[in-house]
């Protein structure tokens, strides 16, 4: 199983940005795929998810209304678009594959991607 994350790099406060993050090695569409992020010297947090259906979406209380995350099972890709970005919003971004119930949890996901950086500037 692979998860290959893109699309980060270095933006202005205020600006967007779209990840993407394309599986492959496994069933996509059987799967709830969340965003997840990691801060220097924090802990990994919960980002966004979708559900197997793709009809429910999911947001931490940080990103609700300034994020959107949505999947393409026929491109086995899970997206996350990301406007009035913030400083606080610089981290390493993971996508996640988990089971078929959507979790905010680290530990019920199954595979990770590499992850990508993210970094807003003032």
């Known amino acids: 199983v692979q998860l290959q994350a893109c699309g980060g790099g270095l933006v202005q406060a205020g600006g967007s940005l779209r990840l993407s993050c394309a599986a492959s090695?496994?069933?996509?569409?059987?799967?709830?795929m969340g965003w997840f992020r990691q801060a220097p010297g924090k802990e990994r947090e919960f980002v966004a998810a979708?559900?197997?259906?793709?009809?429910?979406?999911y947001y931490s209380d940080s990103v609700k209304g300034r994020f959107t995350i949505s999947r393409d099972d026929a491109k086995k890709t899970v997206y996350l678009q990301m406007n009035s970005l913030k400083l606080e919003d610089t981290a390493v971004y993971y996508c996640?594959?988990?089971?078929?119930?959507?979790?905010?949890?680290?530990?019920?996901?199954?595979?990770w991607g590499q992850g990508t950086q993210v970094t807003v500037s003032s």
């Open positions: 996640a594959a988990g089971g078929s119930l959507v979790s905010r949890t680290p530990e019920r996901y199954n595979y």
């Open positions: 090695g496994l069933t996509f569409s059987l799967y709830v």
């Open positions: 979708v559900s197997v259906s793709g009809m429910g979406t």
